[in-house]
């Protein structure tokens, strides 16, 4: 492949066929490898596919993580979620578009402008709680996570913010670090299913992050355990498409549960709601 000078489009060929057996959409993250080694657009690309073009080591490097199935935002370090940018690396979750249904779902369920106690378990790479305390100006937020790399990722996008008077990072195993009276528990709680034949691109994903035990309810049963246990009013949390009835099954006395779907019509997560609340 090495340094030498080609057009654009044929730099563009070349890179595809190279990470044609990890990617999905090859050409599309051939032109996102193109933009940022260039610091150009699509529209850029688009328009100067003649331009020579003679490619370094750098971007061969990329190609070469790429090929050995390393997602592009950890190269890049950087990730889209509810419409902003955050900085992401290994040790946190990449966030998921679907991840950004739970956010709807906690705007929906909350009053925007109150002042309340929002708890995040699982925050990762801290991307959820920090579009929460965007959208929720006069919440207490306190974000909790087992892992510690994880909280060093939260912790950059909460300063890159400039939410650190907003948001209480901390260590935590659930909520056993947060005596605090909690009236909005929100999760994105590790749910599969341990021993599940895994994509290899989430190979490079920490495991905390994805497993929840035999049949990845663990985590789940436990914080409704929570719930229940310090009758928090409200708890918003992403599940498995195939959890619904496990989570059904152990609705607390006193509770109603509302479940919601992804975009490609599966179940997706719940909101759990405390009657005397509604
Ligand atoms: C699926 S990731 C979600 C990350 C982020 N909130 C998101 O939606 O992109 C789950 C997170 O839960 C954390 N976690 C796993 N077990 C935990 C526990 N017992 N207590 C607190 N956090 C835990 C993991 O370290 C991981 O960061």
Known sequence: MGGHVRPLRECLDVIAAEIAGSAERPRREAERMLMEYLERDGLWLITHQDEPLSCD???WEWVARRKAHEPLEYIFNRVSFYSQLFYVA???????????LLIDRVLEAVERDG??????????????????ALHLEHATMIGVDISEDALGVAAKNVADFGLESRIDLRKSDLLENVPETIDVLVSNPPY?????ALERNLNYEPDLALFGGVTGMDIIVRLIDAVAER???LFCCEMGYDQREGVSAIVPEGYGVEFYKDLAGLDRGFVMTRKDDI
């Not at 599969?192 to 599940?196: D, H, K, L, M, T």
């Open 192 to 196: 599969v299913a341990a021993g599940a």
């Open 115 to 132: 002042s309340f106690t929002l708890c995040e378990v699982g925050v990762g790479s801290g991307a959820v709680s920090v579009t929460l």
């Open 231 to 233: 009758q928090i009013p």
């Open 57 to 59: 080591e750098r971007l």
């Open 90 to 100: 290994p040790g946190a979750l990449i966030p998921r578009p679907e991840t950004e």
